[in-house]
């Protein structure tokens, strides 16, 4: 337990807060759309149980997949891999040659579980850059980098949940 404490409040570790709530309330806009989005079509009691149900497992989800990224991020390579990655995307999307009609044939969520479903899904999808800038700020801080994590998720996820609310 006292690895977790380690480097709390120091300046250092201050200044990465500052930077992760500064990325988050950056990067997750689009989340508290999608969460509003999701929810829309719900009468309004479900809707506010749907956002709250949603964004609970929209936070585990998140905590899981920034730990995991904070250890991923720690290993040799990772960012040649990523920016090959990257590449590979960037000349996928150059090279598509598809004459840029969307089909909308899905239908938005209408139930409940529908809904939370498509909150956790589109949600994870969505994360993948506030995860991995959380990561990255807390891998700058040599100790504290956990309690970091969990301070800087508990402190941005009421944000997002709110702006959901808002929207």
Partial sequence: MENFFAGMFSPEWLAALSGILLLDLLLSGDNAILIALACKNLPHEMRRKAIIVGGLGAVLVRIVCTLFATGLLASS???FVGGAALIFIAVKLVTDHSDGRVE???SHPT????AVRTILIAD?????????SLAGVANTVPEGK???IICGLMISIPIVLFGARSS
């Fill in 124 to 132: 994870f999808i969505m994360s993948i850059d506030n995860i991995l």
């Fill in 146 to 148: 956990w309690s970091l």
């Fill in 111 to 114: 139930t409940f579980g529908q």
């Fill in 104 to 106: 909308d044939g899905g």
């Fill in 77 to 79: 390579y990772i960012e």
